[in-house]
């Protein structure tokens, strides 16, 4: 990978990009959403030099794994995660684990 498209991917954030949610012990944990994560592998790497899958890994708790796959100059790259989700009064636990899983995964590509 190009030390350009590294840095692209790399970029910080916009404030509106990020979001916060209280942690344990008083924390605050500062994120950004997945939709602004997949709009930087959009932007950078264009609509077909990504694609993330994911499969239910524990139903039980909610956890899923995921798998993004990134092809580079026709070289494919497939990071892999575990997502969770936020809290276990989490209303949608598997979408907000897949959500996980995603920005887990790009973070791994230096997103």
Known sequence: MSKQLAAALAAPFKPEE??????????TFTYADSRAVAQRLDDVLGLDGWQFEVKVADAARSVVHGNLI???DGK???RQDF???NSTQDEEPLKSAASDALRRCAAQLGV
């Open 83 to 85: 997502g969770y989700p």
């Open 18 to 27: 990020l979001k916060q949610r209280p942690g344990r012990a008083g924390m």
């Open 76 to 78: 494919t790259t497939i």
């Open 70 to 72: 990134v092809v580079v």
